[in-house]
């Protein structure tokens, strides 16, 4: 099982919309996927059609997490049924969701003990059966965010090619480094991921070769540039595997690009 916390110090680059871009490549793979919404904004949750109704949010989860079996409280997304009823499978791929709601930001703060960041790990320790949990963190690096890296073994940075983006994202990474040496010894890669990008712009092409000197491999591939439907693809809860038209095949496909990348990479060992 790999986990990997999409996260940046910024808010609105771009983190649910990788989360989703990759559950989205991972679901058309047919990669036993979990999704979880630790953003009390839940935006992952709503991008992927679900709510709770009986069973409990990650925040709520969190709270109780020694007596709480994270299997019996995550729901299907809706784009499974709908990749189901579109292609009658035979096989139902896994593509399940931790549900997000603002509960969750009882533990968004600067100063979470350890004990409390061990948390989403205590969770994930007793769930099995995902080969792939993708993390959707907030927008700032207080204890959900801290809670989801001590619970992962890679993390993705996002990142516009915008000043004070590429500058939130090497104060991410400092901080990423400071927290692997005293909680995470074990943390593998940390990749920065490219957002938003217009090639057409000067300045986005003066940060693009910015953030390639400054994070040099890890860098991923490929780069993401602006994509107009996004926020429609998002509004409706599709994924963009089955959202018609050049422009989301297009997109699709740099997701499953990227989602090998990443999992190739997993093979390799971590960066020293
Ligand atoms: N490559 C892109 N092209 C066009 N629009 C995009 C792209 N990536 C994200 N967006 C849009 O930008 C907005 C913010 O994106 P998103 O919600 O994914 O960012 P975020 O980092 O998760 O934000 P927050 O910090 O609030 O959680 C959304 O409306 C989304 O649809
Ligand atoms: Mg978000």
Same mark, same amino acid.
């Given at each position: 099982?790999?986990?990997?916390?999409?996260?940046?110090? +910024?808010?609105?680059? %771009?983190?649910?919309?990788?989360?989703?871009?990759?559950? &989205?490549?991972?679901?058309?793979?047919?990669?036993? @996927?979990?999704?979880?919404?630790?953003?009390?904004?839940?935006?992952?949750?709503? %991008?992927?059609?679900?709510?709770?109704?009986? +069973?409990?949010?990650?925040?709520?989860?969190?709270?109780?997490?020694?007596?709480?079996?994270?299997?019996?409280? /995550?729901? &299907?997304?809706?784009?499974?049924?709908?990749? =189901?009823? +579109?292609? *009658?499978?035979?096989? =139902?791929?896994?593509?399940?969701?931790?549900?997000?709601?603002?509960?969750?930001?009882?533990?968004?703060?600067?100063?979470?003990?350890?004990?409390? $960041?061990?948390?989403?790990?205590?969770?994930?320790?007793?769930?099995?059966?995902?080969?792939?949990?993708?993390?959707?963190?907030?927008? &700032?690096?207080?204890?959900?965010?801290?809670?989801?890296?001590?619970? &992962?073994?890679?993390?993705?940075?996002?990142?516009?090619? *915008?000043?004070?983006?590429?500058?939130?994202?090497?104060?991410?990474?400092?901080?990423?480094?400071?927290?692997?040496?005293?909680?995470?010894?074990?943390?593998?890669? /940390?990749?920065?991921?490219?957002?938003?990008? #217009?090639?057409?712009?000067?300045?986005?092409?003066?940060?693009?070769?910015?953030?390639?000197?400054?994070?040099?491999?890890?860098?991923?591939?490929?780069?993401?540039?602006?994509?107009?439907?996004?926020?429609? /693809?998002?509004?409706?809860?599709? *994924?963009?595997?089955?959202?018609?038209?050049?422009?989301?095949? +297009? @997109?699709?496909?740099?997701?499953?690009? $990227?989602?090998?990348?990443?999992?190739?990479?997993?093979?390799?060992?971590? #960066?020293?």
């Amino acid at each position: 099982m790999q986990v990997v916390s999409i996260s940046s110090l +910024k808010g609105g680059v %771009g983190k649910t919309s990788v989360t989703l871009g990759l559950a &989205s490549a991972a679901l058309a793979a047919g990669i036993p @996927t979990l999704v979880i919404d630790l953003d009390p904004h839940a935006d992952a949750s709503t %991008g992927l059609g679900v709510r709770v109704d009986s +069973k409990l949010t990650i925040g709520r989860m969190l709270k109780a997490s020694r007596k709480t079996n994270l299997a019996d409280n /995550i729901v &299907s997304s809706s784009w499974q049924a709908k990749a =189901v009823s +579109k292609r *009658s499978l035979t096989r =139902v791929p896994v593509h399940d969701v931790a549900v997000g709601d603002a509960y969750a930001g009882i533990y968004d703060r600067p100063d979470l003990r350890a004990r409390d $960041l061990r948390r989403l790990t205590q969770l994930l320790a007793k769930t099995s059966g995902y080969a792939l949990v993708l993390i959707d963190c907030p927008p &700032s690096l207080n204890g959900l965010t801290r809670m989801a890296w001590s619970a &992962s073994e890679r993390i993705l940075l996002v990142a516009e090619p *915008s000043l004070f983006s590429v500058a939130g994202t090497e104060r991410t990474q400092r901080a990423l480094e400071m927290f692997r040496k005293e909680y995470a010894p074990e943390l593998g890669r /940390i990749d920065v991921i490219a957002n938003r990008v #217009r090639p057409d712009s000067d300045e986005h092409r003066f940060r693009l070769a910015e953030m390639r000197s400054m994070f040099g491999s890890s860098m991923l591939s490929p780069e993401l540039p602006e994509f107009a439907d996004w926020q429609q /693809i998002q509004g409706a809860a599709y *994924s963009v595997h089955q959202w018609p038209g050049k422009p989301a095949k +297009k @997109t699709a496909a740099l997701f499953d690009q $990227l989602l090998r990348n990443i999992t190739d990479t997993a093979r390799k060992p971590p #960066r020293t």
